[in-house]
């Protein structure tokens, strides 16, 4: 699996978006990108995913870059609740439900009131 | 729809003991991953069990195992604990027939257990 790059932690104004890069330039074809986060004592909570076009859900969007070396995890409107870590993984396609989850350390995000 | 339950959610044991700990998956899934998280440290992939049998392995010593039951629930055993595997016990299930499903199907996680060794 493709190994992956995050800042190590960031902050956002609450109310403003929080916009998370993560560098997987290793990925390939067959790779999807995932992101999960992490509130402090629960476990990973599934955000979203993509390939290679942009993703949009309830929770947030994803930009990958067309490249795919790269991809941007966007909260739209950040609040106090977002707080977390927040993990980008690269996944193989298949079998992604199978698939074991290398996580890395994550990107700690704090919102600021 | 109860999501992956885990329990007990919290246990303390001493070196050398042996701990077994419990999961049911989601509604729906029948394959079941654990990973441990150490403080600080994301999780690390220990095992999956998918019809009752180890299918994949993560690097961990053979003092880590486990057993899936008809019910796709599942249990981690650890045996003569050392002070290093004080850690969170993470469970997380998803549906083994997804396979080549182009969609995708995230893993869902428990809260996990957190094990405490003395």
């Known amino acids: 699996d493709a190994k992956t790059t995050q800042p190590p932690s960031m902050d956002c104004a609450e109310g403003r978006a929080a916009n998370l890069p993560c560098n997987h330039s290793?990925?390939?074809?067959?790779?999807?990108v995932y992101w999960y986060r992490q509130i402090h004592s629960q476990g990973p909570q599934y955000i979203i995913h993509?390939?290679?076009n942009n993703e949009t859900n309830e929770m947030a969007s994803l930009i990958i870059t067309e490249d795919r070396k790269s991809s941007t995890l966007i909260l739209p409107h950040a609040t106090l609740r977002d707080t977390a870590v927040y993990y980008c993984?690269?996944?193989?396609?298949?079998?992604?439900?199978?698939?074991?989850?290398?996580f890395g350390t994550g990107t700690r995000l704090t919102i600021i009131p | 729809d109860a999501g992956v339950t885990q329990s007990p959610t919290h246990l303390i044991k001493t070196r050398g003991q042996q701990v077994t700990l419990r999961c049911s998956p989601k509604?729906?899934?029948?394959?079941v991953s654990w990973y441990q998280q150490a403080l600080g440290q994301g999780p690390q992939f220990i095992f999956q069990?998918?019809?009752?049998?180890?299918?994949q392995r993560g690097n961990f010593p053979d003092r880590f195992s486990g057993h899936q039951f008809p019910n796709y629930s599942s249990e981690l055993n650890v045996n003569a604990l050392l002070l290093g595997d004080s850690a969170l016990y993470l469970c997380?299930?998803?549906?083994?027939?997804?396979?080549?499903?182009?969609?995708?199907?995230?893993?869902?996680f428990g809260d996990g257990t957190r094990l405490s060794i003395l």
């Open positions: 997380a299930s998803s549906d083994g027939r997804a396979t080549g499903d182009r969609s995708g199907q995230p893993q869902h």
């Open positions: 290793t990925i390939s074809g067959n790779e999807y």
């Open positions: 993509g390939l290679k």
């Open positions: 993984i690269v996944v193989r396609l298949w079998v992604v439900g199978n698939e074991k989850l290398t």
């Open positions: 509604s729906g899934h029948d394959t």
């Open positions: 069990y998918y019809e009752e049998e180890e299918r």
